[in-house]
């Protein structure tokens, strides 16, 4: 499809939304929208988020993540003098023999080989299979719609030319469990029958599926409802998991007041707060015995609105402990945090 055609899709989702934000369009093309490290219990990881044309959905509810990238099309030269200049930079390359994981995002879709360049793509897996030596896992975030199981195998074979095995892990949005939730409130474009169609495709390949979630997603979900509706997805994705032998890791994102969304307006006329961290503890916790794994995200990347963030000035000593959890699985951390937890009546 044509650049110019697909900044129309973009523009049309953005308008359905009732989106205000802009395009990072003053950018310099040659460097990453952002990257930074998390440590996990898969060991360090880099997560790389990629300078693109934005996501062609564009639409969901809560989302601002296309306002870091651009509304027009990155040639892949550009893109390819991004992943060189990840490669080059100087904490990656002093960590460079730790890193387990990289996560390549573009807030959209790698795998949409319209915003994200097949050559760079191909670039991407060639550095990092001389750059990383102990590399084990590579994620990359996609819509399912784009997922070709060709290129996924083409993927997975390169990357076992590197020093160590890596995996390959796909990471799709899901973000509310509750079908209205979803696609009616949301406006996700994700049926439980789309899904299930790429764990088939996916399961017999041994590739890995991390599920992306955002506790209380819309306006008009209780605190009690959003935790209800992660613990819903737990079961679910643990009933796929034994079905399907399949690794499945649920992202738990707490969501944030997104600027320029309806969850703005939303907040400022005071119909809607972002969750606690202790009620993000209350619905991870569930995972206890599940044959999912659960990671908090802790980021809001800043792109909350002032006052908009689950990050609050006196909690940091409550994300901690949920970074210690992230780290080392121990459900007793998340337990401690729930004994403060205040439940609304
Ligand atoms: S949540 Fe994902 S699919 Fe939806 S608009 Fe944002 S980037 Fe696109």
Redesign the pocket.
């Known amino acids: 499809m044509k650049p110019d055609a697909i900044s129309k899709q973009i523009l049309f989702?953005s308008q359905k939304?009732g989106k205000t934000y802009t395009f990072d369009e003053k950018h310099d093309e040659t460097l990453p929208a952002d990257m930074w490290f998390q440590e996990s219990d898969e060991g360090l990881i880099l997560f790389i988020v990629f300078y693109t044309q934005?996501?062609?959905?564009?639409?969901?509810l809560?989302?601002?993540?296309?306002s870091k990238v651009s509304q027009d099309h990155v040639p892949y030269k550009s893109l390819m003098a991004q992943i060189d200049h990840v490669i080059v930079d100087r904490e990656v390359r002093s960590r460079a023999s730790l890193i387990r994981k990289v996560i390549v995002s573009n807030?959209?879709?790698v795998l949409d080989e319209d915003t994200f360049s097949s050559t760079a793509l191909m670039y991407l897996i060639a550095q990092l299979n001389l750059n990383f030596p102990n590399l084990s896992i590579l994620s990359m975030?996609s819509?399912p719609e784009y997922v070709d199981l060709a290129e996924l195998e083409f993927i997975s074979r390169a990357l076992a030319e590197g020093d160590t095995p890596t995996q390959l892990e796909l990471a799709i949005?899901f973000?509310a469990f509750d079908h209205h939730i979803r696609n009616e409130v949301?406006?996700?474009?994700l049926s439980l029958e789309t899904f299930e169609g790429l764990v088939n495709k996916m399961a017999p390949y041994g590739y890995h599926l991390k599920c992306?979630f955002?506790q209380k997603s819309v306006p008009g979900m209780s605190d009690v409802e959003a935790v209800t509706d992660i613990q819903n997805a737990i079961d679910y994705l643990s009933q796929i998991v034994k079905e399907h032998d399949i690794q499945i890791n649920i992202h738990l994102n707490p969501t944030y007041v997104a600027r320029g969304t309806a969850l703005e307006s939303a907040f400022r006329d005071g119909s809607y707060t972002p969750p606690l961290l202790e009620d993000v503890a209350e619905a991870a916790r569930y995972a206890k015995g599940k044959s999912i794994s659960i990671f908090i995200g802790l980021s809001d990347e800043g792109l909350a609105v002032k006052g908009g963030s689950f990050l609050l000035p006196d909690n940091q000593p409550l994300v901690e402990k949920l970074e210690l959890f992230n780290c080392s699985h121990d459900f007793n951390i998340l337990n401690e945090i729930c004994k403060n937890r205040k439940v609304e009546l």
């Open positions: 989702g939304a934005a996501c062609r959905w564009s639409r969901c809560g989302c601002n993540l296309p807030n959209g879709s975030e819509r949005g973000e949301f406006d996700k474009g992306y955002m």
